[in-house]
């Protein structure tokens, strides 16, 4: 594939191209190298009009690395181990900023997700830069969250005992540059940081990084393919719409992320058990589970 040949359309000045002028069932691991120079430069990218069969699908996503499937939900229509399928009939519409599954301890790489089944109107999706929002807080917030770590779970697949800690700035190993990597669905707490200390530093983060400015949005029609680097992306669903939405995805599972040293202990509550030792109990169950420390506080 000659990259000249391909037609690239930018879609803001933050994030997304769509990608013409390439038959995705047909690519070669050369191809593959081009797709990734791409992505590295628009970190969501879109191939209308693809219209890949389950099989093809995988084929392409495996050109990128070890596929695994969801590791908590099973899919409503289309039983295959390395697909995962949402479908909005079976509540499949994830409507929260978020990377894809933070709270293990080696996050998914990319996802390739093609749109099966769209409303006529509703159901974008938006994805966000976190690069961006990193580079564009004062230089004080910047060296804050360079030392600083976050617990992610799976709580909001029913899964709170599956955790992992990450650096709140990833380095992307590629790119070297450096992105917040908090997001409001999986991230529960800074864990440097109290109870209150971390919900009002998560909160502010999470918001700054939601910001339209550093946001791409994207109209589907079936078909299509998107590829996401899920190391400088999140994204999340609009729940507009009410009629049916399908959607399947392979994803690439990754490495994990690298960042700076944490520069503060983790925090413990050093007061006696209370009503309010409950806040802390997630982040002691961490500490027992990952560092096999006993419990510093006593569980309400």
């Known amino acids: 594939m000659n990259p000249q040949s391909l037609s690239i359309t930018p879609l803001t000045t933050s994030l997304g191209a769509e990608i013409r002028g390439i038959n995705l069932a047909e690519i070669t691991n050369n191809d593959a190298s081009v797709i990734l120079d791409l992505l590295n430069q628009h970190k969501v990218i879109f191939f209308p009009g693809q219209n ?5 699908h995988v084929a392409f996503g495996a050109l990128f690395g070890e596929l695994q499937g969801h590791p908590h939900y099973e899919n ?16 499949g519409v994830a409507d ?14 990319f996802s390739i997700l093609k749109m099966v089944k769209c409303p006529d109107i509703g159901g974008d999706t938006l994805w966000t830069n976190p690069e961006m929002a990193y580079e564009t807080l004062t230089a004080p917030l910047r060296d804050l969250c360079d030392g600083l770590t976050a617990l992610h779970t799976a709580e909001a697949h029913g899964r709170p005992e599956v955790m992992a800690v990450h650096p709140v700035v990833r380095v992307h190993p590629e790119t070297g540059k450096r992105c917040l990597f908090v997001n409001e669905h999986f991230t529960k707490r800074i864990v ?8 009002y530093w998560l909160s502010y983060l999470t918001r700054w990084i939601s910001q339209t400015r550093f946001s791409v949005r994207y109209r589907w029609q079936a078909g299509t393919i998107a590829m996401w680097d899920n190391r400088c992306t999140q994204h999340k669903v609009l729940n507009d719409f009410n009629k049916e939405r399908v959607i399947q ?14 520069k503060w ?7 006696n058990a209370s009503d309010t030792s409950r806040h802390d109990a997630l982040l002691n169950d961490y500490l027992s589970q990952a560092l096999g420390k006993s419990s510093p506080v006593e569980k309400a």
């Open 96 to 109: 929260e900023w978020h990377s894809d599954i933070t709270f293990s301890a080696s996050p998914a790489l």
């Open 76 to 91: 409503p229509i289309t039983k295959h181990d390395q697909i995962f399928e949402l479908a909005a009939s079976h509540g």
């Open 52 to 56: 890949l069969s389950v099989e093809e």
């Open 192 to 199: 440097e940081m109290s109870f209150d200390e971390s919900n």
């Open 249 to 262: 995805r392979v994803t690439v599972m990754g490495d994990e992320p690298r960042g700076d040293a944490s």
């Open 265 to 271: 202990p983790v925090y413990t509550n050093e007061q």
